[in-house]
């Protein structure tokens, strides 16, 4: 196995089975390229063979031009960077596509782009530069021109017959006249010898913006931190944000809004939204049960990789599995199945959260990257759901993760060390801001308290298996709601 090309693929932000490079279960990347750009570039599809697991496939576009505080990998003879932060990228490969309309990869690969709103536009903007959005937003997006067009480029990919849920998400959303979310003009997808066909980039209309609602509330409430302790006041009046609590009403407004264009999707069966059958009740009741399972198994599996304290932590949800989250399911779920009104079952957006907003520099809000939880399987994330899945989502984002990060982020200091004392200052102080703030996002909304505890749960699962797998030291962060979830509903 090529350790050097290990360490580059390990190194980059995209890469998605780190976890299997660090356990010595990747027993080969198999790599077919072709050249571009009169030889100056190299399209790379990998193929990762992995110990016990299914084959993983990347895109890895590679440029022999030197780009600066990038690491380097030496591949065909010749010293490569990653070609996406080459400012002739999307001019390269688009000229490629649109000279013979397909552009043919060894093995029988072939990429082709789909419009959907004529070629007219793109080919206006075909010679135009392209420059990384940045890591912090997303280190696979490309803005294009002047600030017209935003290229997504998918690093992992995926063969399938089936359609892409993040085609046929934007695609559908168009359909609509959805107003929250940019305009797409097309996409990009990469074709096997088999038929099956992997999307791989997405256009849309670059929306001028001040970043995503993570970062924008982030900074706003360390701002907030900053000016209280530094008065040394004991309570933040909802004058001090009132800002950032309106932004959280226009976001409930705006989900509301977005909600609302996916239940009207119309067409074929698998995008029309019904009524919640007793057959999903029943069925959903039972995966999730599987899934505690499975995450109970996990934590026993991972609890040596744990901090004492993170292990410690974790035993009364562990002792008490069984007996706490069967009670919780079943009352919820008993619920749910004797009303009139079960709720409805529709298309979601999937990985819902402050990072998946952006507020446009108009201050309007319009939300991104439809492709669902990326653990899931493709048909995974194209079932239909309850529609308080994406809320929940948020909400875990806003009530879960941003107080922690926010407390965190305060009390530690340029060396990177954690002032304990003002660790807990900022937590408990942020704390009731934190609640009005989760108040304001869902009052904005149609709640179905029974189904948001339920998905509320999935996500405290969901969370927890990903915390294990890439960031353990924050696996404290779902233990703890999980614990309230279920302690509020012994």
Known sequence: MNKTLLDYIYAQR?????????????????????????????????????????????????????????????????????????????????????????????????????????????????????????????????????????????????????????????????????????????????????????????????????????????????????????????????????????????????????????????????LISKTIPLSYIRSYKKSLKTLMQETKENIKNNINRLSSDMALNIQSPLQNWEKYISKFLNNNFNKIEHRKDRGLLMRVHGDFHLGQAIESTAKEIKFIDFSGEPNLTLSERKEKRSYMYDIAGMYRSISGYLPVVVAKHFATDKSGKINNEKLLWATSIIKPIIKNLSDAFLNELEIDTEWLEIEIFRRNLYEINYEIAYRPQMLFIPIDNLKELLLDNK
């Open 14 to 270: 995209w890469c998605s089975f780190k976890n299997e490079i660090t356990d010595n279960r990747v027993e080969d990347i198999i790599l077919e390229s072709q050249t571009f750009d009169n030889g100056k570039k190299f399209f790379v599809i990998g193929k990762a063979l992995i110990k016990d697991s299914l084959p993983q496939y990347f895109v890895m576009p590679l440029t022999t031009e030197k780009i600066e505080n990038e690491p380097s990998l030496k591949f065909k003879g010749r010293i490569c960077y990653d070609a996406l932060k080459s400012s002739t990228y999307w001019t390269s490969l688009m000229t490629e596509i649109y000279l013979d309309k397909e552009f043919v990869l060894p093995n029988g690969y072939k990429l082709l782009y789909q419009s959907w709103d004529g070629f007219d536009f793109i080919t206006n903007h075909i010679k135009d530069s392209s420059k990384p959005l940045g890591a912090e937003q997303s280190n696979t997006t490309l803005i294009v021109g002047n600030n017209v067009l935003a290229f997504k480029q998918q690093r992992m990919i995926e063969f399938t017959h089936d359609s892409n849920p993040e085609i046929e998400m934007n695609y559908n959303l168009m359909k609509t006249g959805c107003k929250v979310v940019p305009k797409t003009f097309g996409h990009l997808s990469l074709i096997n010898e088999n038929g099956e066909s992997a999307f791989i980039g997405i256009v849309q209309e670059f929306v001028p913006n001040n970043g995503d609602l993570w970062e924008i509330s982030k900074a706003k409430l360390l701002d907030i931190l900053d000016d209280t302790f530094a008065s040394n006041a004991d309570v933040i009046p909802l004058s001090k944000y009132k800002n950032l609590y309106e932004l959280m009403h226009t976001v409930g407004k705006r989900t509301s809004d977005l909600l609302k264009c996916l239940s009207s999707f119309n067409g074929n069966k698998s």
